[in-house]
């Protein structure tokens, strides 16, 4: 049988025609040498060379000769075994021949084996979710994500800091979802290490008892990566004038309005801080607002709330103990959005003059029963 192998073929059909119906000779198993074994497990690993400017190529073989089954090369134009590959193409090139890459003319696959390695391709990334930065293949998508939290970063949430005086700061809640903005505060000059949520205060304190006083929450971590403040447009007086004139607001409301603003100014903080996640690549159906509240509650522990805008369902939710009807914080962030973002309201701002009108009607009799 020994005599009856070639090392050496021009094409894969001369190799697919040698072994035609016959057991393999190339493996020291019996197998038989369909093409679907000689591709696998021979021209996947081929070598490409020229001789005398003929392409040819090479195939490992595993058979007795090379000690247990190992893979080695037998060289075409002498007796010696090898088993490196490396050393194999060291060795036919002091032969004479030229090593090249099997994409080149003389030694373009034939379309049975591009078909197969296609073929084969897909099956391997069926099902199977893919690393955009490496391109590595995982079978599910949770492995996946740890992959790319733990060797790309991509854990990293965003935050912001909206009071560089109070030392507060932004951050999603949690990894999935909308994205729920919470405020934490951070100082060490103030001495402040703070989080919103009950569950992070457990932990830290925690944390201190067990002899680790400085161990920080997954939010205030993020800190670490936060960039400087950089304040929002400021609310104006002639868009609340507007938006009192197009009956979108009624004067109770306005007057809540400029009186919130004015506290905020006088404290040396922004009344409404925008947080926009779509310009970091998150989902942009909500937008959210801090707001200042100018007291301190357990909706509102550092002095803020958070409103909430849904831009497809046109829904408003604030914190706050108003949190079915049109409170202060609401209208507050309406109004900023009607100054900068007016195009994000369409169908929001649908309050007719009529229902204002009764509000402001209601309003005054209240005051004259009082």
């Given at each position: ?33 369909s ?69 080149t ?52 949430q ?43 205060w ?34 104006c ?32 903080v922004?009344?409404v801080?925008p947080i ?68 994000l ?9 009529e ?16």
């Amino acid at each position: 049988m020994t005599g009856e192998r070639v090392f050496v073929f021009v094409d894969e059909e001369e190799l697919f025609s040698v072994m035609k119906d016959l057991d393999c000779l190339y493996c020291r198993i019996p197998v038989t040498a369909s093409k679907h074994h000689l591709k696998k497990k021979h021209l996947r690993f081929a070598i490409y060379y020229k001789d005398s400017g003929i392409g040819k190529f090479s195939i490992p073989c595993y058979c007795s000769d090379g000690g247990h089954g190992r893979s080695h090369w037998h060289c075409p134009m002498c007796s010696k075994i090898l088993h490196r590959t490396q050393n194999y193409k060291i060795h036919i090139t002091n032969h004479g021949v030229e090593m090249t890459d099997k994409s080149t003319v003389e030694l373009q696959p034939t379309t049975v084996l591009l078909e197969s390695l296609r073929a084969d391709s897909e099956d391997k990334t069926a099902g199977k979710a893919a690393c955009q930065k490496c391109g590595i293949l995982f079978t599910t998508t949770s492995n996946l994500r740890r992959h790319e939290r733990l060797q790309h970063g991509q854990d990293q949430q965003p935050i912001l800091c909206i009071d560089a005086k109070n030392a507060i700061y932004v951050t999603p809640k949690y990894l999935h979802g909308p994205r729920v903005p919470i405020h934490i505060r951070k100082s060490f000059t103030l001495q402040i290490l703070l989080c919103e949520l009950e569950e992070c205060w457990d932990f830290m304190k925690a944390q201190a008892q067990s002899g680790n006083p400085g161990k920080e929450c997954r939010h205030l971590v993020r800190t670490n990566h936060a960039g400087h403040y950089v304040p929002p447009p400021p609310l104006c007086v002639n868009s609340l004038e507007e938006m009192s004139h197009k009956h979108l607001l009624s004067a109770s409301e306005k007057h809540e309005c400029q009186e919130m603003n004015s506290r905020a100014c006088i404290q040396g903080v922004d009344c409404v801080y925008p947080i926009f996640w779509g310009e970091h690549d998150l989902s942009e159906r909500c937008v959210f607002f801090s707001v200042y509240t100018d007291l301190e509650d357990k909706w509102c522990p550092f002095g803020r709330t958070r409103v909430s805008f849904d831009t497809k369902s046109v829904n408003w939710k604030c914190l706050c103990k108003h949190k079915r009807s049109r409170c202060v914080h609401k209208c507050l962030s309406m109004w900023w959005l009607f100054q900068e973002r007016p195009e994000l309201l369409h169908s929001a701002l649908d309050v007719h003059a009529e229902r204002v009108d009764a509000l402001e009607e209601a309003v005054r009799d209240a005051e004259d029963v009082v």
